[in-house]
T-cell receptor, first 110, second 118 residues
Framework: DQQVKQNSPSLSVQEGRISILNCDYT??????FLWYKKYPAEGPTFLIS?????DKNEDGRFTVFLNKSAKHLSLHIVPSQPGDSAVYFC?????????FGQGTRLTINP | KAGVTQTPRYLIKTRGQQVTLSCSPI?????VSWYQQTPGQGLQFLFE???????NKGNFPGRFSGRQFSNSRSEMNVSTLELGDSALYLC?????????????????FGEGSRLTVL
């Protein structure tokens, strides 16, 4: 029972363009959502989050959008840079749970 | 301040053996969570400890266990290892005062312990 799904295992984007990573969830009890970024041989690091009372949160090049009716969130990175190449995990919090998705490997091509 | 420290970083075991992994959280963090990362499965939650008590548990068999000490350091143990237990085991600490709630919106992860079962 995968309550948080990242259906794209990988994504390749040209440097300077927009990267859009998607995440779907099934549990309507989730009320807080986070994105983590993971480089090889390192632990995940927190990137950005959004509360369910909002539909958008922006931090520099990173913006997270939340569509509660569709139970969908997305992470936009603009412009994409080579250092953004990593695995991105979305996570959802609620009902005493913090559940992660499977991750999407983002590759930024020069 | 020092981050989350996990030891050992790499280890190789054979089927049937047992393994103990250690995690030292960030100073002041009382919540320690453990995750298993495998390709295609993402980060699977194992359990969470707060003030020496397990207050949340994922859907893993009883071969996976853990504990937390009074200084908040935590260990996890896997007994009777199986090939499928090969994974990166990540420990994360947070200020989380409520089970499953990341107060600051952040978990601080260690670099992980990569276990290979042959």
């Amino acid at each position: 029972d995968q309550q948080v799904k990242q259906n794209s295992p990988s994504l390749s984007v040209q440097e300077g363009r927009i990267s859009i990573l998607n995440c779907d969830y099934t549990n309507s009890m989730f009320d807080y959502f986070l994105w983590y970024k993971k480089y090889p041989a390192e632990g995940p690091t927190f990137l950005i989050s959004i509360s369910s009372i909002k539909d958008k949160n922006e931090d520099g090049r990173f913006t997270v959008f939340l569509n509660k009716s569709a139970k969908h969130l997305s992470l936009h990175i603009v412009p994409s840079q080579p250092g953004d190449s990593a695995v991105y995990f979305c996570a959802a919090q609620g009902a005493q749970k913090l559940v992660f998705g499977q991750g999407t490997r983002l590759t930024i091509n020069p | 301040k020092a981050g989350v420290t996990q030891t050992p970083r790499y280890l190789i075991k054979t089927r049937g053996q047992q393994v103990t992994l250690s995690c030292s959280p960030i100073s002041g963090h009382r919540s320690v969570s453990w995750y298993q990362q495998t390709p295609g499965q993402g980060l699977q939650f194992l359990f969470e400890y707060f003030s020496e008590t397990q207050r949340n548990k994922g859907n893993f068999p009883g071969r996976f266990s853990g504990r937390q000490f009074s200084n908040s350091r935590s260990e996890m143990n896997v007994s009777t290892l199986e090939l499928g237990d090969s994974a990166l085991y990540l420990c994360a600490s947070s200020l989380a005062l409520l089970a499953g709630v990341v107060d600051t919106g952040e978990l601080f992860f260690g670099e992980g312990s990569r276990l290979t079962v042959l």
